[in-house]
């Protein structure tokens, strides 16, 4: 009965997240506000909010390593995620044809990434109920945020007039209220998630962390699958891809939650392990940077080589962290 369950619960997100890609595509070309702002901020804290139920409830259960291995496990499955939108996104390159702004994104991630490594490793001071890295994962969220909102009112406005025509039939109310209601059916679909993983996993008898990492982060970005297939169908490249990058920004923003709401020293609590899937995602982030730059022009296969190389570090991360548990 979990199976099934579970099933019936994904189904419903996948058939919503379809439904908000195209609805928050079209509140990116009628407000002017550019597809990869959209996808980074409003679609992608939408398709993370299944990491932040499952985070909230962690850390109110005193269960670090499931708060912590959510977040990292969700990082390295939307970055895998990549691999599959380039399967289907036709013979040109899926890293090649995006435009810079998403370099903001990756640059802010590694930053994170950095701070999430020295916190798992250091711990550092605590300042009230959070710790260090807390006040610093806020300021950066909204710096970048700012950044790529004010990168994106730069792209050339033949661009954005063009965008424009492909949704005259839907009004701007249309749009918004469209994107709000198959929104909140993501939010009830993806609230269901965690509890049914939790119970799966329970079955496994594995380790927290893995389990955290491999099982629950890929079952809270069902919502981002979805949506990004979604996008990929109508064309928008770069919301999917904003989505993703954006819902791991957001996902760095879920640990300082976390660590408000856990009644101690939230990063000293986690296992060491999780130090590996930091390195892990560091070095996809890495990849994916070099895709963007380099813009191989043919794929080797399905994939081209920058994609097929984050399948391959997606896999040799999950057995490294395999041996850790």
């Known amino acids: 009965m979990t199976w099934l369950a579970f099933l ?3 189904l419903l997100v996948v058939l919503a997240g379809q439904r908000v890609a195209y609805y928050g595509d079209a509140l990116a070309e009628k407000k002017g506000w550019g597809r990869a702002w959209v996808g980074l901020i409003l679609v992608a804290a939408t398709t993370s909010l299944p990491e932040l139920l499952t985070g909230t409830s962690a850390a109110l259960q005193g269960l670090v390593d499931i708060a912590v291995g959510d977040v990292l496990g969700s ?3 939307n970055l895998l995620i990549l691999s599959l939108l380039d399967a289907v996104g036709g013979r040109v390159p899926l890293l090649g044809r995006l435009h810079a702004g998403h370099a903001l994104a990756v640059g802010f991630a590694l930053l994170f990434l950095s701070l999430q ?3 798992l490793f250091w711990g550092g001071p605590v300042w009230g109920p959070v710790g260090w890295y807390s006040p610093l994962a806020l300021a950066l969220y909204l710096l970048a945020t700012r950044l790529t909102f004010l990168y994106e009112r730069r792209r ?7 965008l424009e025509r492909l949704y005259e039939h839907l009004s701007l109310a249309q749009a918004a209220r469209g994107y709000v209601g198959f929104g909140a059916l993501v939010v009830l679909g993806a609230s269901l998630l965690p ?6 996993a329970e079955e496994t008898g594995l380790g927290a962390s893995f389990v955290g990492t491999a099982l629950v982060g890929a079952v809270t970005s069902l919502p981002e699958v979805a949506v990004t297939l979604s996008a990929a169908r109508l064309g928008a490249f770069d919301l999917a891809v904003g989505n993703l990058l954006g819902s791991n920004l957001f996902n ?3 640990l300082a939650w976390d660590d408000l709401l856990y009644p101690g020293a939230f990063f000293p609590a986690a296992h060491e392990s999780h130090l590996a899937a930091v390195l892990v995602a560091l070095a996809m982030y890495g990849v994916v940077l070099l895709g963007m730059s380099y813009q191989a022009l043919r794929k080797l296969a399905v994939l081209s080589w920058d994609t097929l190389a984050l399948l391959g570090l997606y896999l040799l991360g999950l057995l490294w962290l395999y041996s850790l548990r």
């Open 117 to 119: 490594g020295a916190a």
């Open 195 to 200: 509890t049914l993983a939790e119970r799966l």
């Open 8 to 10: 019936g619960v994904a």
């Open 156 to 162: 050339p406005q033949a661009e954005v007039e063009r």
């Open 75 to 77: 990082t390295l499955f």
């Open 252 to 254: 760095a923003l879920i």
